[in-house]
């Protein structure tokens, strides 16, 4: 079993919908959470991290967390064309291992105008 | 803030030759720097852990003579793969950490090895 279990998708939705990523863990170690949107050929951008469950809100963006069922999410709300990317979810177990993070699979979203 | 760059963004080279990639943080100073791997389509793969001053600590399965890793500054890591085979040829990207948890990656390397 993977540590980190992303559904690859892809994911086509039109330009306005609200879009639902999600990953699921397995050890409950991992305590720090954390979303990247990746274009074509760059690196990683961070655009949520988090740390306790529940949701941590930013712009149109909505990370959610749930410890007890191993399961984080990413909500993108009123979707654009420019968010056409692959999201990545990413966890550490923090403390003295932090920074080394397990990524997820990496959903590809499109969004079509 | 949080700016993380990587030189050259693209580099192609013959099998056999050392190839060496650089990763600067431009607004901060990172004890920490982490250099990952990523093949077409396939999510990131941590290689290893460097750490300014002391030596670089690999995941398992990452060759440490095959990949070496030299942390000269606060600023600067650099990432030198020995010996290129096709089979190294792959997107580098490297991290850094400011404080905390949060990690800021560098726009990645594309290797290519004829």
């Known amino acids: 079993q993977k540590e980190v279990e992303q559904d690859p998708g892809p994911l086509s939705v039109p330009e306005g919908a609200i879009v639902s990523l999600n990953c699921t863990y397995s050890n409950s170690a991992f305590q720090y959470f954390m979303w990247y949107r990746q274009y074509s050929r760059k690196g990683p951008e961070l655009l949520m991290y988090t740390y306790s469950s529940g949701n941590k809100e930013d712009g149109r963006f909505t990370a959610q967390v749930d410890k007890s069922s191993k399961y984080i999410s990413l909500f993108i709300r009123d979707s654009q064309p420019s968010d056409s990317a692959t999201y990545l979810c990413?966890?550490?177990?923090?403390?003295?291992?932090?920074?080394?993070?397990?990524f997820g699979q990496g959903t590809i979203l499109t969004v079509h105008p | 803030g949080a700016v993380v760059s990587q030189h050259p963004s693209r580099v192609i080279c013959k099998s056999g030759t050392s190839v060496k990639i650089e990763c600067r943080s431009l607004?901060?100073?990172?004890?920490?720097m982490f250099w990952y791997r990523q093949f077409p389509k396939q999510s990131l793969m941590l290689m290893a852990t460097?750490?300014?001053?002391?030596?670089?600590?690999?995941e398992q399965g990452v060759e440490k003579d095959k990949f070496l890793i030299n942390h000269a500054s606060l600023t600067l890591s650099t990432l030198t793969v020995t010996s290129a085979h096709p089979e190294d040829s792959s997107f580098y990207i490297c991290?850094?950490?400011?404080?905390?948890?949060?990690?800021?990656f560098g726009p990645g390397t594309r290797l290519t090895v004829t």
């Open positions: 460097s750490n300014e001053g002391s030596k670089a600590t690999y």
């Open positions: 990413a966890i550490t177990p923090g403390g003295t291992s932090y920074g080394k993070l397990t």
């Open positions: 991290s850094a950490v400011p404080g905390g948890n949060e990690q800021y």
């Open positions: 607004d901060f100073q990172a004890t920490t």
